[in-house]
């Protein structure tokens, strides 16, 4: 009996034993990959990600604390300490092109796309290779225009700015500063992205002058001097590809191909143009566009005579062949804001290396799936509609599919079909829906454009609005 | 003989359970605190961070990999994998501005000041207070004036921008876009930051001319328009703290504080003008100068005709009473870059809140100690030559610290004495130390600014070869 006893006595101390050299073990293990001074930041960066908004809102590390706590910030129409309120009498917003349809592709991949900034972070410009983008950074842009097959990035320089108007302001200032002694005529095609203008007209220079649309320009005469194209393919707002349309030895061409990827465009040929613009904005989905612009937009109406609404793109890079236009630029850039924070540089980074995970494979599931499915959705809505048309865009093959895709365009650009419905952006007011109108874009005000690349919360509601107007059509009399 | 073994063996077990009880519970509260999602990016900051560069180098989490392994930038001077070999014949290279001598002081408050970033922060850029600056952003900076008691911020408009350049821009646009017929005046007092002539100069735009030094305008009559000063206190080069020297209704005077933290000058008053800038980076040491910008100095003196030497200030915010110029400014930042980037947003925010801890304590034992020590060392060098001479500071009252303060300026304004040593530069790069020459700043060549706040490195080796260059002037001859 006493040696039963004796021995299960032995057994459980000997597994007890044995248990404790497994937690030995673990802690010793866990040891080495203890973290030191990263991990308070770590702690609260989890801690705010861990706020519950009830998917209707996020809270941010820098947003405004309550009582020492940070708080929900919720998406529009959704209000409550937690989101969780749906807002009545709240308009479906669908004038920016902040493209928040992303988002959950981060989220799903938080381990991946997190970054340490240490206080000791790069606090010097200095880089080794003297550059003004990080050897590292340009590399991974390269290899991305090869993985998606969008821009041939041979020979090209590249060059990094802070935003779409600052460099699509050194393309400005690097093709027009000739010795020429006119100034250089900026032109556009109808319809076209506002900031074009806008920026031309601001800064007033001597250099170059603007001179609205591009086809008014296609017979003139050798003596009319230097022009500069600007020409976004896709564009915005209709989504359609584009080529320019002056030719010949005077003119230049600015290419933004800011859409240019598979989200919203099949990629039919890898742009080979001397000067090209791309952004991050649009392919990670990270920037957007600061709504108080649209609130000094009544002080810029009464102010400079124009309407402007403008687009931030936060990481964006020109592909440029000749090297003198580089240079001039790359002087552009460090007269008027200097080159990219490193901060931004860093972030950028560690996104392009997500993004280039499996050739992009992720991202490139979850971001042309979730348009095509919302050009579906819409197309849907507008099927049964006499009164409303969506712009026609039809399937093409894409190299980096290898197989034709369905259209999923950024935005869609809807025509008022009826004679009286003159000002379409008034017609969608009525049914709680806020477009961006088609004189923006200098087309006629019978267009507007509404936004498909916001959040799902925003384009739920959107639909929502859209189904109710089009459902109210039958009652209304057809002029 | 069997008790006593069955004693022991309870003892033991009792023993080994209460140890396992132990690691249970700890590892029951160590998982309450235990990481997920950021784990990944804090390991690989800290394995980053944890890379020995011998003190005179760094390795960083955007540097270029060697075999997928981070690798050491070293220092100038440094060389060798891990940064521990002396490079012969280096130049003590003290031309740029870069305000690396904080760099300890954030290695030693790393915990505090590091940030993580996640993949979804911020992606849209709604704020739900509409502005361009976070709100608690904005409040840490009315806090940071308030305690350090360098500026008045009541009843000012706060604008944040992404550089120097395009706020120092955006207050010219601001104060001379009126309906006025002629081009505003531009000037400033020599010596000058060079930044003021260049940018006016290269943007060449029909609202303002450069028109140089302001002291040619004091007695200019009511007819010559209205005049837009620059005045940077302490001042660019030499350290003084100055004051406008136009006045009268049609002059307004743009106020660049930027080096008026306790670092560099005792605070002797509130700065209460009407548009004053401020800049973070030379208060944390964050940003400093991208070396490649004097590369293109040779295309830039072939190119345009002028010397130009261009300094950055990551994030920066301008103090502005009235509102329309605010208005005015933050049109043109909209226009030329756009707000700064949420990273250097969120990082600005944690840096400013270490800042503030203890009302500055910390950061302003480390940094006006640091410059005041190297200001002691360098005046100890050139104590016995008769060849060179250093501006004259007096020790100041600062009402931060309630006391009597020596100089502690960010530059040292040599003077050579000799009448054939016109080419102070020149003079001194025979003993391998470069400075940035009076010219660049409007002033005679007979002056050079030699920086005194880069690396301890970089100042090491700049007293060395000054020492070496002192001690020669005995052996040549005195003319």
């Not at 796309?113 to 606090?123: I, K, L, P």
């Not at 320009?217 to 080529?243: A, H, I, Q």
């Not at 995970?357 to 099927?383: Q, V």
Request: glycine share 6%.
């Amino acid at each position: 009996m006493a040696k039963i006893h004796g021995f299960k006595f032995v057994l459980v101390l000997v597994l007890s034993i044995l248990i404790n050299l497994f937690f030995l073990f673990n802690h010793f293990v866990d040891k080495d990959t203890e973290l030191s001074w990263s991990k308070a930041a770590a702690r609260e960066a989890e801690l705010v990600a861990s706020i519950s908004c009830s998917g209707h809102g996020r809270a941010y590390l820098d947003g405004i604390p309550f009582q020492g706590e940070p708080i929900c910030e919720c998406n529009s129409c959704y209000g409550g300490k937690d989101c969780s309120e749906v807002l009545t009498e709240c308009l479906a917003d669908a004038d920016s092109g902040d493209p928040l349809f992303l988002e959950p592709f981060w989220m799903q991949h938080a381990a991946s796309s997190a970054v340490v900034v240490a206080g000791w972070h790069r606090m010097s410009y200095r880089f080794d290779d003297y550059s003004s983008i990080s050897e590292e950074l340009e590399k991974h842009i390269r290899q991305l225009h090869a993985v998606i097959g969008n821009a041939v990035t041979d020979g090209r320089f590249i060059l990094f700015g802070a935003g779409s108007t600052q460099l699509l302001n050194a393309a400005l200032f690097g093709l027009s500063l000739d010795d020429s002694p006119s100034p250089a005529n900026i032109v556009a095609s109808i319809p076209f992205y506002p900031l074009y203008e806008a920026q031309t007209k601001y800064f007033n220079s001597m250099e170059f002058k603007w001179q609205g649309d591009a086809s008014l320009w296609k017979n003139r005469s050798d003596s009319s001097g230097t022009f500069v194209e600007f020409v976004t393919s896709p564009n915005n707002p209709d989504g359609r590809l584009m080529k320019q349309v002056l030719k010949g030895p005077s003119s230049k061409t600015i290419f933004d191909h800011a859409y240019y990827w598979p989200h919203f465009s099949a990629i039919q040929t890898a742009a080979d143009e001397d000067l090209m613009i791309f952004t991050l904005s649009k392919l990670t989905g990270h920037a957007g566009e600061p709504i108080w612009f649209q609130l000094i937009l009544t002080f810029l109406v009464m102010y400079q005579g124009y309407t402007l609404i403008i687009k931030e793109r936060k990481a964006m890079w020109a592909l440029v062949r000749d090297e003198n236009i580089y240079k001039r630029m790359q002087m552009y850039i460090s007269l008027s804001t200097k080159s990219v924070s490193r901060d931004t540089q860093l972030r950028a980074l560690k996104l392009l290396k997500v993004v280039l995970k499996e050739n992009g494979k992720d991202l490139f599931e979850f971001g042309p799936k979730t348009m095509r499915n919302r050009w579906e959705r819409i197309s849907r809505s507008f099927s049964t509609s006499k009164r409303f048309s969506l712009q026609k865009l039809e399937p093409q093959y894409c190299n980096y599919f290898q197989n034709f895709t369905g259209p999923s365009p950024a935005y869609a650009w809807i025509k008022c079909e009826r004679a009286k419905d003159q000002d379409c952006n008034a017609v969608l007011k009525t049914a709680s829906i806020i477009g961006r109108g088609g004189s923006t874009f200098n087309a006629e005000s019978r267009y507007v454009r509404l936004s498909l690349i916001k959040s799902q919360d925003d384009f739920d509601l959107l639909i929502q609005n859209i189904d109710a107007l089009v459902s109210k059509e039958g009652g209304v009399a057809y002029i």
